[in-house]
């Protein structure tokens, strides 16, 4: 059995922060370690034929202590090349069968969420999570008095992902790399698709616009709108939908009890508590029931999302 995937070690990155991008981030590699990919699947790593290509795939710039300030190489150089423009070559590759991936299973997404399930996808922490579960950094050569480094860097670890693909795409051809490389990229896609998906519905002023599969408007979805409590203060109705849809989804029973809060004459209040599985998990204070339904439902959604390890 695979054992399930870590990625504790990069969610420190992004602790500390308020940046919209980084907070995204950060829930990917949380979504990854609590529902852990069933990396067992995947497919094996493709064999690379030519010796000399599969050597300069795990050679490291610094085996040779090559300078980096040179525009070329020496044509007279007595050794062989190491794998940073392999590297180069493999960023590109990977960016572009990504794109394909995603074209090809999720057509009708928008080109917003689409970059941004890229993004978390060929993010160079991931790259670096696949290369560890390959083990591939154990082959890496390099200097003597670096290589324990080099091997423990995620930018190296990253690096020499993106180097194998090139190395495997020149070996074997763009097909075979492609297909392998969706096998490789699928569960993570998946997961990126998740977490911009629940981004999304939390930050959209309109209605959730995905289906559990397609990512499509339900007919239900299009009779709704953007809310405005009396006070001005935006409401978010894609909260609300998303909390439904979640419970009813983990069969929770929710029940909201509304009530009368201290407010004017001239602006009164009022109080919804949201019950979930007989437990208080959320309440909201607004001019209006749909408001505070929908404060309640948000203040609630993080504790049902934790329900679910």
């Known amino acids: 059995m695979t054992p399930p995937l870590k990625t504790a070690l990069h969610l420190r990155h992004y602790s500390s922060t308020t940046d919209p991008n980084i907070l995204l981030f950060r829930a990917f590699f949380e979504y990854l370690e609590t529902h ?50 392999l590297e180069f070559l493999g960023d590109s590759i990977l960016s572009t069968v990504t794109c394909l991936l995603l074209h090809e299973r999720y057509p009708r997404y928008r080109v917003g969420p689409t970059s941004k399930v890229r993004s978390l996808v060929i993010c160079n922490a991931n790259l670096a999570t696949i290369c560890r579960f390959y083990n591939m950094q154990e082959e890496l050569q390099g200097a003597q008095s670096q290589l324990m480094t080099l091997k423990k860097s995620e930018q190296v670890q990253a690096d020499l992902f ?8 020149l070996d074997r051809g763009l097909e075979d790399t492609k297909q392998w490389l969706y096998g490789v990229l699928d569960p993570f896609v998946k997961a990126a698709f998740e977490v911009v998906k629940h981004d999304h519905l939390l930050r959209s002023r309109s209605p959730p616009p995905y289906s559990a599969e397609e990512g499509e408007l339900t007919d ?51 109080r919804v508590e949201v019950k979930v599985d007989g437990k208080i998990l959320g309440s909201g204070v607004a001019t209006g029931k749909k408001g505070a339904k929908i404060l309640a439902a948000r203040q609630a959604l993080p504790v049902i999302e934790g329900k679910q390890g």
């Open 36 to 85: 852990s990919p069933d990396l067992k699947d995947l497919p094996t790593p493709l064999p690379i034929n030519d010796p000399a290509m599969r050597k300069r795939v795990f050679t490291h710039r610094s085996a040779w202590g090559r300078s980096t300030t040179l525009f070329q190489d020496p044509v007279d150089d007595p050794n062989p090349p190491d794998n940073e423009r």
């Open 162 to 169: 993106e180097s194998y693909i090139a190395g495997v795409y």
């Open 220 to 270: 239900q979805d299009r009779t709704k709108s953007p809310n405005e409590d009396e006070l001005g203060s935006k409401v978010d109705p894609g909260t609300l939908s998303f909390f439904n849809q979640l419970c009813q989804q983990r069969k929770y029973k929710v029940e909201w009890i509304t009530s009368d809060a201290p407010g004017s004459k001239t602006t009164p209040l009022w």
